[in-house]
């Protein structure tokens, strides 16, 4: 009893000893209250400061985005986006030298229908991130994933980029948009540029949009929901279905962004998240795409660029600005909600990527300055983009040329080849697979090499149409592993399957008529 | 003989889901010979308040990686984590930072 009676004070000192002591190491005076990703405590004012400033400084250091341009803010509810959402309306309505120009917009995907969520479930989820929203007052859209199925094919194409603006002109643009602000006069500081009049429309408008869904009108067609639910039925894995989602979604963000007329997209992926992507997109065999995957700036849908303004922040102090600053954000639940911890390669990666951190903090940082080493080799020539072959969904730099004789992908190959000699047909249950395989070497439309020819396999000789799409020969390693997961395609989105018959059709016309065509190397043989 | 004390205790970020969906739980320890501390708070939320699956809140004696915990608005690190001693009126906030909650 004495001892216990010793070792309860000595820990109640030990206790007193950190709140009181513990002083801000920046400001040297306030009461820490967090210790940041460096292992600094900060104090909440300090804390705040901090936090404001990485977010300006991110967008100042990159100069990507113009004054005046329109950008899309891709908000899920989830804390890292709704930050993101807080750190625009913080940096917009500052009237400090360093104010931010650009008009946000915002969009949310709604994926209930693909992760099983009940309509009142997604009706309640919506109707609050409306509340949310329209206190920004900025326009939003809210765009149902099942919507998918209603997708343009222009939606696949890399739209080439605008031309580029040369060095220095952001600078120039800055200025140019502060004089035109001035002479404007009085703006109010709120809105910076904007005319009371034009904002007021605009804000009229995005709750046009969403109003017919507001007002009980189901999110989508029935078909559609139907059509979702088969997709994400076809799916064998979760890790493939987590890519699948992650696919559909992006294309429904860019796809909104073009219409809108929207030329940069905001995600908020924080340090912890991309660390997280990085690793799992390598396993995933997305090495090749890691660059634009995880960077500052994602420039694969040409006109559109992705940016991700929150790379510098962690998890941590994200969770902990939004609660101390009463930032908003709604916890929706998703595919891997509640899963166990081998449930899919994104999710045991994550809890990898969190146990190690909890042992040694600077995991996440070190990952994360990885990514920033990256860079792609992108052609010299802007005009180069166009016939670089792109992957029909992600939409990255093929990387399934054979004739990488060393790459996973060719390994791959081989195996699969192999294994096909040695098993009938007939034995095979999802006789696609098959089929695919022997219909891809025919129309490559990826490897201009031809990789078929040398095999001399005879399959060229085969007019093979099949019935489903071929879509191996038109994706990346990656997205053809997710793919491959599927027990079929037919329930893929139609601007899927109608893209690639169309990319088959031209490259099936390309072969048919190239022998009547004077080779590219010819010519420049010729011309010079 | 320590008297029982009230806490106020908040889930976030999806770790309310593993809590029936309630984020706010006002709880009462009752009182025992040593003053509560955070690790024996953890061990009485997993006998008390948790409705499902353990291993998603708590791993070992602590809560589960990714899970931040926040005492009276303060991060628990800078408090001592496991060993605080929690006092009467304390508010203790989970929050996850894990994609799926
Ligand atoms: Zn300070
Ligand atoms: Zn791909």
Redesign the interface.
């Given at each position: 009893m004495c001892q216990?009676d010793e070792e309860?004070n000595e820990?109640?000192e030990?206790?007193t000893v950190?709140?009181v002591s513990?002083r801000c190491v920046k400001c040297k005076e306030g009461?820490?209250?967090?210790?940041i990703r460096a292992g600094d405590?900060f104090c909440r004012g300090c804390f705040k400061d901090y936090f404001v400033h990485k977010f300006r400084a991110m967008l100042g250091k990159n100069r990507l985005i113009f004054p005046g341009e329109r950008v899309l803010l891709a908000v899920s509810g989830g804390?890292a986006s709704s930050s993101m959402l807080a750190q625009v309306q913080e940096g917009l309505s500052r009237n400090a030298p360093k104010k931010l120009r650009f008009t946000p917009g915002i969009i949310y995907i709604d994926e209930g229908g693909a992760c099983g969520q009940s309509m009142e479930e997604r009706e309640g989820v919506i109707a609050e991130l409306e509340t949310m929203f329209r206190a920004t007052g900025y326009p939003f859209h809210i765009v149902h994933l099942e919507q998918v199925f209603d997708l343009p094919i222009s939606v696949l194409e890399a739209v080439s980029s605008a031309p580029q603006r040369p060095e220095g002109s952001y600078k120039a643009a800055v200025e140019q948009f502060v004089q035109n602000a001035r002479v404007k006069g009085s703006c109010s500081p709120g809105e910076g540029h904007m005319d009371p009049a034009v904002l007021d429309a605009q804000i009229q408008l995005s709750h046009l949009d969403t109003q017919d869904l507001a007002n009980g009108t189901p999110p989508s067609s029935l078909q559609h929901q139907q059509d979702l639910e088969r997709l994400f039925a076809s799916v064998r894995t979760l890790t493939a279905k987590e890519d699948m989602l992650q696919t559909l979604r992006q294309h429904l963000i860019v796809h909104t962004a073009r219409t809108k007329g929207y030329t940069k997209v905001m995600m908020g992926d924080s340090c912890?998240?991309l660390a997280?992507k990085l690793l799992s997109n390598i396993s995933l065999g997305r090495g090749a795409s890691l660059a634009v995957d995880t960077g500052f700036s994602d420039q694969r849908y040409g006109d559109v660029i992705i940016v991700r303004p929150m790379r510098d922040y962690s998890?941590?102090e994200?969770?902990?600005y939004n609660?101390?600053f009463g930032v908003p954000s709604i916890?929706i639940?998703?595919?891997?909600?509640?899963?166990p911890e081998k449930a899919s390669i994104?999710?045991l990666t994550?809890?990898f990527v969190?146990?190690l951190?909890?042992d040694f903090p600077s995991t996440v940082s070190t990952i994360y300055r990885t990514s920033e080493k990256l860079h792609t080799a992108r052609p010299p020539h802007s005009s180069e983009m166009e016939t670089v072959a792109k992957c029909l969904l992600c939409l990255c730099a093929l990387d399934t040329k054979e004739a990488e004789e060393a790459s996973a992908f060719h390994a791959t190959l081989v195996s699969e080849r192999l294994s096909e000699k040695r098993v009938p047909e007939s034995a095979q249950v999802g006789s696609a697979s098959t089929a695919d395989t022997v219909g891809q070497c025919c129309s490559s439309g990826v490897g201009q090499e031809g990789g078929c020819s040398s095999r001399g396999q005879g399959c060229c000789s085969s007019n093979l149409t099949p019935v489903t799409p071929d879509l191996k020969s038109l994706l990346c390693y990656s997205c053809r592993l997710t793919i491959k997961d599927m027990t079929g395609v037919e329930s893929l989105p139609p601007y899927i399957v109608s893209e690639a018959e169309r990319r088959h059709r031209r490259s099936q016309m390309k072969k048919e008529i190239s022998e009547f065509l004077l080779d590219d190397e010819e010519d420049e043989v010729a011309a010079s | 003989m320590a008297a029982p004390i009230a806490l106020h205790l908040e889930f976030g970020g999806g770790a309310e889901l593993l809590f029936g969906g309630v984020k706010d739980h006002q709880v009462t320890l009752p009182g025992q010979s040593q003053p509560w501390d955070m690790k024996q708070l953890l061990v009485w939320i997993r006998g008390n308040l948790l409705k499902e699956r353990p291993e998603l809140f708590v791993q070992g004696d602590t809560v589960r990686p990714g899970i931040l915990v926040l005492i009276n608005d303060a991060d628990w690190e800078l408090m001592g984590e496991l060993s605080y001693e929690l006092q009467d009126q304390d508010n203790v906030v989970f929050i996850s930072t894990l994609h799926g909650g």
């Open positions: 216990v309860y820990q109640l030990k206790r950190p709140s513990q009461t820490a209250a967090l210790i405590a804390q912890s998240r997280v998890s941590k994200i969770a902990f609660r101390m916890f639940p998703g595919l891997d909600t509640k899963a994104q999710h994550e809890s969190t146990m951190q909890a | -």
